[in-house]
């Protein structure tokens, strides 16, 4: 999977004169949390969180008058509190190539260029719905996890188990397990009764961890 096929495109951008207050009232209006930043060529030159622009609003225990407030927030703009050091994917890259770069940076979305065009923005809630998707948590059946052996041929045996159940496997995920020889898999499966599933599978030299519809 590619960031191209979970972003999303033609996002919605700031431009770096606009003032605080029309950038938080833009950001509720279009319910999103972070803009990219063009300036008047198109060209990206930053980008800013509903974070930034809270941070830059003074403290509830300030003791300046709400027309004071009004008037500093009217002052200040997007370009004096935008992050300018853009970290960036491209288009063609793979999505978990995005999410190690959100999670290395500490950043919840980046803004997506084609050749350095903006092209799209992806953000932790798309990864949230990838994440949704490869474990099939909108699908019905039986979610399995099971501590498997870090050895060849493994998935094929496990996937000639539930076959022979007569079940299909609708969604899988590995992860770390609890050592360096051992696998974590997490699993949907239609079309196979749960005892049934929990007992083939004991028998393919794996450890059901949990098991449940």
Wanted: aromatic share 4%; glycine share 8%; hydrophobic share 40%.
């Amino acid at each position: 999977m590619l960031v191209k096929e979970r972003m999303t495109p033609h996002p919605i951008t700031i431009h770096p004169d606009t003032s605080v207050t029309d950038a938080l009232n833009f950001m509720r209006q279009n319910k999103v949390r972070r803009l990219p930043v063009l300036d008047k060529h198109g060209q990206l030159v930053g980008i800013v969180s509903e974070k930034d622009l809270l941070y830059a609003s003074p403290s509830p225990a300030t003791s300046l008058s709400v027309y004071e407030i009004g008037y500093l927030l009217s002052k200040l703009t997007v370009k004096e509190i935008m992050t300018r050091n853009v970290i960036t994917v491209c288009a063609d890259c793979p999505i978990e190539d995005a999410a190690r770069t959100m999670v290395d940076n500490r950043v919840g979305g980046l803004p997506v260029t084609d050749n350095g065009t903006l092209v799209g923005i992806i953000t932790e809630t798309d990864l949230f719905k990838v994440f949704l998707e490869m474990l099939g948590a909108r699908e019905q059946g039986v979610r399995i996890s099971l501590s498997v052996p870090n050895k060849p041929g493994i998935l094929a045996r496990l996937a000639g188990q539930v076959a022979g159940l007569g079940g299909d496997i609708v969604a899988l995920g590995t992860f770390y397990g609890e050592d360096r020889v051992h696998s974590r898999i997490t699993m949907k499966v239609q079309g196979a009764a749960k005892d049934t599933l929990a007992g083939a599978l004991e028998q393919a030299d794996v450890h059901v961890l949990d098991i449940r519809e």
